[in-house]
């Protein structure tokens, strides 16, 4: 993989948590500049403030939506319940890549910011998230 | 009430990682590495690409605690910052 380093996008972050989740998560960075087929690297934060174990599931999203076909995640701390013991505080890393093959779709051409979303849930008994490979019906 | 645009079809698919979840690092065993690179970042612009040695040091320190499995750096992008072969490295005279 080549990195087409004239092609500089900017990689914005947001956090989100559901409303039932009392976790503080947040980006460490509220933007990165990045060229694809170059692998990245971004942090998040979380941080349980309460007096309990809390387990939380995230799940992410790509924006512009054409521009998700190109965002790689190689590895990051998404769709697997996470545990935070009380007032536990962790980083959370991405590790990441855009598709040299963005800088050849002609619909990207005019594509400079790509934001990533992350939102995490609390990991309950009989919860069903959007998830990769699973079906809900 | 119709509308031609059709919401529904089109959905963001949010795919799993290639290489899985990152176990997290409760100890913060590489939070100094992590520091390093955040300092490398905000000196930087956030440019990735002039950081992107702190951010091997980061990965490698999470393979070596057991918290990232272990690959070669070329497979992760980090191909050109591997130590050159000892039979390039010496012997190549700088103008």
Redesign the interface.
Do not use: E, Q, T
């Given at each position: 993989m080549t990195p087409v380093k004239e092609r500089v996008i900017r990689i914005s972050f947001n956090a989100d948590t559901h409303a039932s989740l009392q976790w503080n998560f947040r980006p460490q960075q509220t933007e990165i500049y990045v060229v694809p087929g170059e692998t990245a690297l971004a942090f998040y934060r979380a941080k349980n403030p309460t007096n309990k174990p809390i387990i939380g599931i995230s799940t992410y999203n790509v924006v512009p939506f054409d521009a998700g076909q190109y965002f790689n995640k190689i590895q990051c701390f998404c769709f697997e319940e996470q545990r935070l013991n009380p007032h536990e505080e962790v980083d959370m890393p991405v590790f990441f890549y855009i598709d040299p093959e963005f800088d050849e779709d002609p619909r990207m051409a005019r594509v400079d910011t790509i934001t990533l979303s992350y939102t995490f849930f609390e990991a309950k008994e009989g919860q069903k998230l959007p998830l990769p490979g699973y079906s809900y019906n | 009430m119709s509308t031609a645009m059709n919401f529904g079809t089109?959905s963001?698919?949010?795919?799993?990682?290639?290489?899985?979840?990152?176990p997290?690092?409760?100890f913060?065993e590489?939070?100094a590495f992590?520091e390093t690179?955040?300092k490398c970042?905000r000196d930087n612009?956030?440019?990735?690409?002039l950081c992107?040695l702190q951010?091997k040091d980061?990965?490698e320190c999470r393979m070596d605690n057991q918290l990232?499995a272990k690959e070669p750096l070329a497979k992760?992008?980090?191909k050109d910052l591997e130590d050159p072969p000892p039979s390039q490295a010496d012997g190549d005279p700088k103008p």
């Open positions: - | 089109k963001f698919k949010p795919r799993a990682p290639d290489k899985g979840s990152f997290l690092d409760h913060g590489c939070k992590k690179f955040m970042l612009h956030f440019d990735n690409s992107r951010s980061y990965l990232m992760l992008g980090y």
